[in-house]
């Protein structure tokens, strides 16, 4: 089947699952739960989200400014057919609704009758559907990261570049949800979605729905760490196709990437602030993350062996240094020796404690200065010579 056709039946199911859901809900406003008309429509609404979570671990739909967003793909045609109930959700902070494997008939019936007097009164709306969370497992509503909203100035570029944002913002929506609750290894389940996202980043770059353009030159200082793992895995797997023609081994490099850091999301990580510098307790902490994501990513079933060792080898320097300390040398792997460059990168450009984010020339020349030592020579040169590229694209 050609692309474009895949495509244009992928969006017509989306915007007729879109319509299924509000059709539910104003069914629901005009009778009870048990009467056949509000029940024959959550039916469908229910096939039509499973025949998509049997294939998918989850299913993300936004609602924000004024658009509909699933799965990435703005629906812009369902924008004044919709607008009531947009402006309804957020008025109710519902930006963001994700349904989850493992969704039941009468889970989802239950959340639309929840969800059907906040319409009318939506003020505490998120709090109530939080309080209401664990009777319903499989979907989580409520607002995007605070750290995903207007902190960028992607959304004074263009129209391509607001679609990639919202794209981005989706996508941070869902590695938070990855990360939330983490206390051990991955269930599988979440090492899915962790795939998913990879493949998704993958297919957004090839189309050109995430030009590297945003995550190089028109990187901002927002310091969300979730937009952060989405920029390192889209450009290292930008690198490592520069150098390793295989596609499955440049997915395990992106894959790698967007978990680097999941040390820092476990319990007792560093809580970083944007108004304090870390304290020496902190920072001890700090070092010890890439061996604490090791040791979960390690025992994470369904794990590809390359990504546990990306997460312990990242801060480990070309010439030996950086951290965990080594007690002998050692052959760092490709995909950490591209993922210290590109996590370094991103680092530079975004707003961390205690210093902020600098230009695009200022990361480049510092990190010149480190090539050989901290960076691997000709990764680096590579990986320099796509930022340049990109950067001379967007003058």
């Keep these: 089947m050609p692309a474009n056709d895949k495509k244009e039946r992928l969006r017509a199911f989306y915007r007729d699952l879109c319509l299924s859901f509000v059709g539910s809900l104003r069914a629901l406003s005009l009778y009870p739960p048990d009467h056949p008309e509000p029940r024959k429509k959550v039916d469908d609404l229910f096939r039509r989200l499973s025949r998509y979570l049997d294939q998918k671990a989850s299913m993300t739909l936004l609602f924000l400014h004024g658009e509909v967003v699933v799965e990435n793909m703005p629906l812009h045609e369902l924008r004044d057919t919709l607008a009531r109930i947009i402006q309804r959700f957020e008025a109710m902070k519902l930006q963001r609704f994700l349904f989850h494997r493992g969704l039941k008939s009468a889970e989802l019936m239950q959340f639309l009758v929840l969800l059907l007097p906040l319409l009318k009164d939506p003020d505490g709306a998120d709090l109530v559907l939080a309080r209401n969370q664990e009777r319903m497992p499989h979907i989580q509503a409520g607002a995007l990261p605070l750290e995903a909203g207007e902190q960028t100035s992607y959304e004074e570029v263009s129209d391509a570049l607001k679609a990639a944002r919202k794209s981005v913002i989706s996508l941070s929506a869902q590695l938070k949800d990855l990360f939330t609750g983490v206390r051990g290894p991955l269930s599988e389940a979440k090492v899915s979605l962790a795939k998913e996202i990879v493949n998704t980043i993958r297919d957004m770059m090839d189309g050109g729905q995430m030009p590297l353009i945003i995550l190089i030159y028109r990187r901002s200082a927002d310091p969300d760490p979730f937009i952060h793992a989405i920029n390192v895995s889209a450009l290292s797997m930008a690198v490592a196709q520069e150098v390793e023609p295989k596609e499955s081994i440049v997915l395990e490099v992106g894959l790698g990437a967007l978990l680097h850091d999941i040390g820092l999301h476990l319990p007792l990580s560093v809580s970083l602030t944007d108004t304090q510098a870390l304290t020496l307790d902190e920072r001890k902490r700090y070092w010890e993350h890439p061996v604490r994501g090791a040791e979960v990513l390690l025992a994470s079933p369904g794990m590809p062996d390359l990504v546990p060792l990306v997460a312990y080898e990242h801060h480990i320097h070309y010439d030996g240094s ?47 200065r480190q090539s050989g030592t901290r960076f691997h020579p000709l990764l680096y040169k590579r990986f320099r010579a796509l930022v340049k590229a990109q950067a001379q694209e967007g003058m």
Aim: charged share 30%.
């Design 322 to 368: 950086g951290y965990p300390k080594q007690e002998r040398s050692r052959d760092l792997n490709m995909a950490s020796l591209i993922t210290c460059i590109t996590n370094t990168y991103d680092n530079l450009r975004r707003n961390r404690p205690g210093r902020r984010g600098i230009s695009l020339s200022d990361s480049l020349n510092w990190m010149d």
